[in-house]
């Protein structure tokens, strides 16, 4: 599976953004997959974000963009989303899109250890 993340820009506080990933080669079974979005802010570790369930039922965010991002899916379009508004300067950061089999487990899909696949990385920029 190749993942190829897009959306990324240059916005101010309190602007939306919103993130496509889009899934190419084996996603006959895209919804057997649960999707993450991590990021990389500079000189900063990669920290977790948000998970999707392949089912779209289940969804876990990290404390800090709770109530602001939104994790979606569209199976259609082999397609996860992440819906990013009322954003910050500490948003800054390379946002990467991933990918996991197996069964979503919310205590463990914080972990980068569960995605397999990963994509390249978009560049968010929060800034006046």
């Known amino acids: 599976v190749q993942l190829q993340a897009s959306g990324g820009g240059l916005v101010q506080p309190g602007d939306s953004l919103r993130l496509s990933c889009v899934a190419s080669g084996r996603t006959a079974t895209f919804t057997r997959y649960s999707m993450g979005w991590f990021r990389q802010a500079p000189g900063k570790g990669r920290e977790f974000v948000a998970a999707i369930s392949g089912s779209g039922l289940l969804t876990k965010y990290t404390d800090s963009v709770k109530g602001r991002f939104t994790i979606s899916r569209d199976d259609a379009k082999n397609t996860a989303y992440l819906q990013m508004t009322s954003l910050k300067p500490e948003d800054t950061a390379v946002y990467y899109c991933?990918?996991?089999?197996?069964?979503?487990?919310?205590?463990?899909?914080?972990?980068?250890?569960?995605?397999?696949?990963w994509g390249q990385g978009t560049q968010v920029t929060v800034s006046s």
């Open positions: 991933a990918a996991s089999e197996g069964v979503f487990n919310p205590q463990r899909m914080g972990r980068e250890f569960m995605y397999k696949y």
